[in-house]
């Protein structure tokens, strides 16, 4: 490259090499990109557009777009996502918060809770969000894997709901004492034939033991029907995040269970997300 580009055209550049790669919105990730590569706010870029690009920070905006380029995620490159307002640490050793899991969070949101269990806690996105919403409110959260405990906790300090949290390492209720007003959780759901069809971002670089069960995607929530009454106290609440097609069959398993008032929420594409269901009063 002979002279310095302007960020203008760096970021026109980034944009066609991101849609030769398949990436679904490459202008916006260009411009993110760009961003974090400047270490300014996204919402300043358009102020530096004619400017010309410091080579260090060239440099920095190569690396970042060749590496979006073979489809690490965004919230990877940047360290962090956000989910329901706040910014949340993340890494390839949990599931990325996602905007159709705060269809769970209002719902947990619509009645009082004052002790809530996560199971599968990831990030901590879930659990620390309502924490932080009700602050009177305090939790456990679990995890099988060691880095996701890892990376809750530091989600929690950094949400300042360190001292209303305990997150322990378990297989889902194996570690667990005591009994809830509320338990959530986004299990792994898809099943290990719909993985094919994951974008490569979700499919290479999430962690494999948060989207599936290796199985018909159900086997989560066989585990968690099976002992959520054992948890539960008198009228207390479960919510769990679904895939759009789940909905009869988590119901049918909470009915099993002996658990009532099964409702099914939608997000707000539509699609069915969460299923609901209390323990009897
Ligand atoms: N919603 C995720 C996806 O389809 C799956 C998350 C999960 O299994 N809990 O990419």
Redesign the pocket.
Known sequence: MTGLQTAAQAMLAATARLRAAGVDDPARDARLLLAHAARIEASRVTLIAPEELQPEIAERYDQLISLRAIRVPVSHLLGEREFYGRKFWVSRDV?DP?P?TETLIEAALSAPFDHVLDLGVGSGCILITLLAERTSASGVGVDLSEAACLQASANAVEHHVEGRVDIVRSNWFENIDGQFDLIVS?????SVEEMAD?SPE?KEHEPRM???DEGDGLGAYRRIAASAPDFLLPGGRILV?I?PTQAKKVGALFDAAGLVDVRVIPDLDGRDRVVGAKMPG
């Open positions: 599931l996602r159709e986004n299990p792994p759901y898809v994951l979700v948060a989207l599936t995040e895939g």
